[in-house]
């Protein structure tokens, strides 16, 4: 069975700082494994996918990497807006996606 | 980008009622859809998978008599609660995937608040 895990649950940060958040994961076949963005009371927002170990992506100031274990999406520089559950998401061939439970950041100005 | 609307965002009704949602790909064709149902600080949980034209493949647990899944097009699917109950109460989103491929991300609608009074 796919599973996925997120650390830490919840993160607080003062703008400027920056941290890495954790997902690690346990799927026979990695075919994809996907970062979403969500804020309260909304759909989750795609940042990136990531489809072999050492993968990377960046986006303003976010950064994702990919082993063959777990993947970290670092923040570098935060600001107010960054605010927001991050999940998580695999894929193993040609199953549906199984998401873990996110890490929400507060990043306090 | 790709946009998936969701609609409506928020529906409060009576016991017995039943409820229809809407998920239209705006800018994209979706052969395939899907519905998910996430609780307070929960995570996602898939409840079926909607394939244009075809019947959806429901999640283990998931009574396919009481959500009622169309996607008559490759741009909407509807998701049907019938004769809803307080249990039922929760927030459903839908996504759809591009249909270049499985390994294409899924998009996500903006999801529906469902309180059933």
């Known amino acids: 069975e796919d599973q996925v895990t997120q650390s830490p649950e919840a993160l607080r940060l003062q703008e400027g700082e920056s941290s890495s958040l954790n997902c690690s994961y346990t799927?026979?076949?990695?075919?994809?494994l996907f970062w979403y963005r969500q804020d309260p009371g909304k759909g989750p927002e795609f940042l990136f996918t990531?489809?072999?170990a050492g993968e990377e992506k960046e986006k303003e100031r976010l950064k994702a990497t990919l082993t063959k274990k777990e993947s970290f999406l670092h923040i570098t520089a935060p600001k107010p807006e960054d605010s927001a559950t991050y999940l998580c998401?695999?894929?193993?061939?040609?199953?549906?996606?199984?998401f873990g439970k996110g890490t929400m950041l507060l990043v306090s100005p | 980008g790709a946009v998936v609307s969701q609609h409506p965002s928020r529906v409060i009704c009576k016991s017995g009622t039943s409820v229809k949602i809407e998920c239209r790909s705006l800018d994209f064709q979706a052969t395939t859809m899907f519905w998910y149902r996430q609780f307070p600080k929960q995570s996602l949980m898939l409840m079926a998978t909607s394939n244009e034209g075809s019947k959806a493949t429901y999640e283990q647990g998931v009574e396919k008599d009481k959500f009622l899944i169309n996607h008559a097009s490759l741009t909407l699917s509807t998701l049907t609660v019938t004769s809803a109950h307080p249990e039922d109460s929760s927030f459903y989103i839908c996504s759809a995937r591009d249909q270049g491929g499985i390994n294409q991300p899924q998009h996500f609608g903006d999801g529906t608040r469902l309180s059933i009074l």
């Open positions: 799927v026979s076949g990695l075919r994809g």
């Open positions: 998401a695999v894929q193993a061939g040609y199953s549906t996606l199984t």
């Open positions: 990531l489809y072999s």
